[in-house]
């Protein structure tokens, strides 16, 4: 089946940490990548995209991911993290194949905290 | 543009009333999502449109759930008779080309809570 799976339920860093978010996803072929951020009362907001070419991407507010192959993996990393950063990400996948066109598979989420 | 418009932002119903959520996409989007956001579950996918014609049911719970999107500013996801386990957060997403263009809109959702 597919899926994504993020396995950090939730994660604390303190301000001015780096910070990385865990993705993995189980797919036959590589799926088109994203991570959402979602603040408390708010919609889910697009932070960055993979689709093909060079497996680092950068993002908005200063994140970058990094497509791994060989490890099935979609890493959300930021170099210093800020205390706005404090928020739910979600990676999401999507295979469009047949049917399924048009459906993003999303992972559970990891709820991030920041320490001032 | 104001972005996905979802209404209202809290409903609280009782348990067998019918409820109906409403939303706005952003205009010239083309594809319209309806997700459910539960602690257990997290986010699932019950519906999607393509140009106002519901492409994927294969989410929507049971037939207390439906949804229609009449034009291509307008839908609805209506619970009839609706059901304390139906408490969560109802999200509405657009998109222009599905997945392939920049992703997906979210709305600010709205909070169900049946009792």
């Known amino acids: 089946a597919q899926s994504v799976t993020q396995p950090d339920i939730h994660i604390t860093v303190s301000e001015g940490a780096s910070l990385e978010l865990r993705c993995n996803y189980s797919?036959?072929?590589?799926?088109?990548l994203f991570w959402y951020v979602q603040s408390p009362g708010q919609g889910l907001q697009l932070l960055l995209k993979y689709f093909s070419g060079d497996t680092l991407v950068q993002g908005i507010k200063g994140f970058e991911a990094e497509f791994k192959r060989s490890q099935s993996s979609f890493n959300l990393r930021k170099p210093s993290v800020h205390w706005s950063d404090a928020a739910e990400y979600f990676c999401?996948?999507?295979?469009?194949?047949?049917?399924?066109?048009?459906?993003?598979?999303f992972g559970r989420g990891t709820q991030l905290t920041v320490w001032p | 543009d104001a972005g996905v418009i979802q209404s209202p932002r809290h409903e609280v119903t009782e348990m067998g009333q019918e409820v109906t959520l409403r939303c706005k996409p952003i205009s010239g989007h083309d594809y319209l999502f309806w997700y459910r956001q539960t602690m257990m579950r997290g986010l699932e996918l019950l519906i999607y449109?393509?140009?106002?014609?519901?492409?994927?049911d294969s989410g929507m719970p049971e037939d207390r759930f439906s949804a229609k999107m009449p034009n291509a500013s307008f839908s609805t996801l209506k619970i009839q008779p609706s059901e304390p386990r139906d408490s969560a957060v109802y999200f509405c997403?657009?998109?222009?080309?599905?997945?392939?263009?920049?992703?997906?809109?979210f709305g600010s959702g709205t909070r169900l809570t049946v009792v």
């Open positions: 449109f393509n140009n106002n014609v519901p492409i994927d």
């Open positions: 797919y036959g072929a590589t799926p088109y």
């Open positions: 999401a996948a999507f295979t469009g194949r047949g049917s399924t066109l048009g459906r993003l598979y």
């Open positions: 997403a657009s998109s222009l080309r599905g997945v392939y263009g920049d992703g997906y809109t």
